[in-house]
């Protein structure tokens, strides 16, 4: 795969172009070019940073040392958010008798901040298929504010999303947002020798470790999370099985707490909603809890290989791996 990969960048040409001319020769300059992708993916360089790209929900990203790599298991976060917009925005259009045009309901003037987001792969995916939603992303790093802008305006969607150089969600003033959806690291410090070496070796490492035990940023998101939701509004965020159960401890104070696994088996993505005191929270658990079991969709790349027998974590896997970083600095312009 990797060489087909490095291939088609060489080529400047996609996979159908490639099979269709098996008796294509490379020039000199070609080869030359495809001997340096070589060597560096020889050095552990991974495929995505060699070729500048990469796939997530059907979009094709840019991505840079800047970011880190988007994993197909993030879509099922994405999967959660359109779950729960969906059931909330058919409600509404079955009360206004109203039918949506195009993409998945949403509620009227929903509004969605995506933290720490990267190359930006959450927020757009999510203003790809929620197209009547206001959508902010937010990340510490100006470098991949740059990436996300950039990808953004490759997919027409700028004027969909507004980033913001932001410290989590602590400018975000309280009450604004209805869900907050978030893939952090949340990598220990003492499970570092389990992470892949390519990882660890060009990969932000604050986008992979939280600290020592792994939850340090979800501790901080949380509360934060809790300030900027509206009453009866989502937190949506990645996690792994190795903190799932401390994730849960944390989510106590929080209604309807869920964790959904993935195809493996393994904790993979937490909800919780924000209690609406005006709402008695018994009534809202039975009209909103079918929403947190939805049916899963393989992502793109389970959809291309076959299930493993054997259950790992995530970060001992080559297609798993969380984001960015959600270290961030303030922000402005809510």
């Given amino acids: 795969m990797n060489a087909e990969l490095l291939i088609m960048f060489t080529l400047d040409c996609d996979r159908a172009y490639l099979y269709a001319h098996p008796e294509r020769d490379l020039t000199p300059g070609e080869i030359q070019r495809y001997d340096e992708a070589l060597a560096r993916r020889a050095a552990g360089v991974p495929a995505q940073y060699i070729t500048g790209h990469q796939e997530f929900w059907g979009l094709d990203l840019i991505v840079s040392p800047a970011v880190l790599i988007p994993r197909p298991e993030t879509e099922h976060v994405v999967e959660a958010v359109l779950g729960l917009v969906s059931s ?3 409600k509404e259009s079955q009360e ?24 930006g792969a959450i927020a757009l995916a999510l203003a ?32 969909r999303i507004e980033f913001h150089l932001a410290d989590l969600l602590g400018a975000v003033p309280a009450a604004s947002f209805d869900i907050v959806v978030s893939n952090p690291p949340y990598v220990g410090d003492s499970e570092e020798e389990s992470v892949q070496l390519e990882v660890r070796k060009f990969e932000p490492r604050n986008a992979v470790f939280a600290g020592p035990t792994g939850v340090e940023v979800v501790e901080r998101l949380i509360p934060q999370a809790r300030e900027a939701l509206r009453p009866g509004g989502w937190l949506v965020f990645e996690i792994s099985g190795t903190i799932a159960d401390r994730v849960r401890s944390l989510l106590s104070s929080w209604d309807e707490v869920a964790i959904r696994n993935d195809l493996q088996g393994i904790a993979r993505v937490a909800i919780a909603r924000k209690i609406n005191p005006s709402k008695s929270s018994q009534v809202e658990s039975r009209a909103r809890r079918p929403f947190l079991h939805l049916p899963h969709t393989k992502t793109s790349r389970e959809r291309q290989a076959a299930p493993r027998t054997e259950f790992q974590p995530w970060y001992r896997d080559q297609r798993s791996l969380p984001k960015r970083p959600r270290e961030f600095q303030v922000a402005s312009g809510w």
């Fill in 128 to 159: 790809k298929e929620i197209q009547t939603a206001e959508i902010h992303a937010t990340d510490i790093s100006a470098a991949a504010l740059e990436v996300a802008r950039a990808n953004a305006a490759r997919h027409e969607l700028t004027s």
């Fill in 96 to 119: 206004q008798d109203q039918r949506p045009r195009t993409g998945v309901s949403a509620p009227h003037g929903l509004r969605i901040i995506d933290v720490g987001t990267g190359s």
């Fill in 88 to 90: 909330a925005g058919s």
